[in-house]
């Protein structure tokens, strides 16, 4: 059973967030798509300082076996890329919602939050 | 739903992640890939390989049938036991299959062919057969257990009836024995010692379980593409297939032009392909950038022209990316590969990667 943590948000595409006090949201990919894709190898981070739109494939996370895309759940600015998975893509795995954190991104419009997934409703596309 | 192999049940309760592969459902890993990986350049793994398609090829004219149909040259193989890989290819020297033959004795051969060509491949043996007096006999009712390693053969030799350890113990490299109903031969596809045991598909689990219980960890497809590719070893349908020739796929050294007057099929096309100079050629690459090769990436040669990934991964024993390239023949030592827009560099390098544990590069 993977791990949902009840404090974060969620897209269909098994991307996390987590909100920020300062108007940023960290960003990475959920417990069960580490599952599925297996041990990573190469994350590709998006650059920091571009402007992503929601649903824009902004980063890249490779298994042994396939690269996927990470989609941007919001739109804003990246301000930072968690630089630690460039010498440690394994952090993905190990630790998806602490270390293994993709981006963080800065957000032009708050109001998209309210689109995005709580825990229950994560958990029962899981179960689709 | 595809077709399940005998040893299915036991995959699914060890954890298997099972996918699908040319039809059948396999094993992709059982928890870590890596690890899994690891554990067969380091100790003892075992593939469930039963998916293959195992076909005995019977009859006083079975030498002469398959020195017609095969690019090697199973003249060659005077001792029984003797174990050969080969391309089997159309007319137009393109390769239908990549294949293992067995020589087991005079007038008896066992092929070992790809899953996912097992259509094409039967319907071609059966095509050549046409006047010639030979049996084409396929065996779903054997299974194929792969165990692979420094330690596999030992830990796997335990487990084998007492009164056929030594017999298996002693087998030389590409050497294949018949010990009661099985048929443990001393070759692999991962670059590293072990067998490919092929049984009857009622003891498979039993067989499975036992390894299992001596420390051979189960391994699925994904590691064992990553260790053949490490060991420099093609995948039919991503290295070569029927639009390719052996020549242009690295196998040259699989392709026995003496004696002259041996007419295999495809002969004719290879030899015109010699004469004129083989266009393109098949190499290893290293990738000296962050990134991952993967099959159908672009590779630019700076004035010579384009090529393309046929297969491409992360290298778990050398912690970078490794693939294989096919690329115009003038090709030098260093490339650029177009990984999503970008260029990155690589270094053209002669497989394997890897061998008996060891870099190689």
């Known amino acids: ?128 | 739903m595809g077709k399940k192999t005998v040893n299915y049940d036991v995959h699914v309760e060890q954890g298997a992640r099972m996918v699908d592969f040319g039809g059948w459902d396999m094993p992709v890993h059982y928890g870590s890939q890596i690890e899994e990986h690891h554990a067969v350049r380091t100790d003892a793994g075992m593939f469930d390989v039963s998916h293959m398609t195992v076909v005995d090829i019977d009859g006083a004219a079975a030498g002469a049938y398959l020195e017609r149909l095969l690019a090697n040259d199973v003249g060659k193989l005077t001792t029984p036991g003797k174990a050969m890989y080969t391309c089997m290819l159309n007319e137009d020297g393109g390769v239908i299959d990549d294949l293992i033959t067995y020589y087991l004795g005079d007038g008896d051969y066992r092929l070992v062919v790809n899953a996912a060509t097992r259509d094409k491949d039967m319907a071609w043996l059966e095509q050549q057969t046409e006047g010639i007096d030979v049996a084409i006999t396929e065996r779903p009712d054997l299974a194929m257990i792969a165990v692979q390693g420094p330690n596999a053969r030992e830990k796997a030799a335990a487990c084998l009836p007492s009164q056929h350890r030594d017999a298996a113990m002693s087998l030389s490299p590409f050497f294949a024995a018949r010990l009661g109903d099985l048929l443990v031969a001393r070759t692999g596809y991962t670059g590293e010692d072990g067998w490919e045991i092929i049984l009857p598909a009622d003891s498979s689990e039993e067989m499975w379980r036992a390894f299992a219980a001596v420390g051979i960890r189960p391994c699925g497809l994904g590691a064992r593409d990553t260790l053949r590719l490490e060991a420099g070893m093609n995948l039919y349908g991503s290295d070569m297939d029927e639009t390719t020739t052996p020549l242009e796929s690295g196998l040259g050294w699989t392709v026995a032009w003496e004696p002259q007057e041996r007419r295999f099929i495809g002969r004719e096309a290879l030899e015109a392909q010699r004469r004129e100079g083989v266009p393109r050629k098949l190499v290893g690459l290293l990738l000296e950038d962050r990134g991952v090769l993967r099959a159908h990436q672009k590779v630019l040669v700076d004035r010579v022209g384009e090529g393309e990934v046929t297969s491409g991964t992360f290298s778990p024993t050398l912690s970078r990316s490794i693939g294989l390239a096919r690329v115009p023949a003038g090709t030098g030592d260093s490339v650029d590969v177009d990984i999503r827009g970008k260029r990155l560099a690589a270094r053209v390098v002669r497989p394997p990667f890897v061998r008996h544990g060891k870099a190689r590069v």
């Open chain 1, 1 to 128: 059973m993977s791990d949902i943590p009840g404090d974060l948000k969620f897209t269909k595409s098994h991307e996390w967030i987590r909100e920020e006090d300062d108007g940023k949201v960290v960003v990475g990919i959920t417990d069960h798509a580490q599952a599925a894709l297996g041990d990573l190898v190469f994350v590709e981070p998006p650059e920091v300082g571009s402007e992503v739109a929601v649903g824009e494939a902004c980063a890249v996370v490779e298994s042994v076996k396939a690269a996927s895309d990470v989609y941007s759940p919001v739109s804003g600015e990246v301000v930072e890329a968690n630089e630690a998975l460039a010498d440690s893509p394994e952090l993905v795995n190990q630790d998806p919602y602490g270390d293994g954190w993709i981006m963080r991104i800065e957000l032009s419009d708050a109001s998209e939050l309210d689109r995005l997934m709580d825990a229950n409703s994560y958990e029962a596309t899981l179960e689709d």
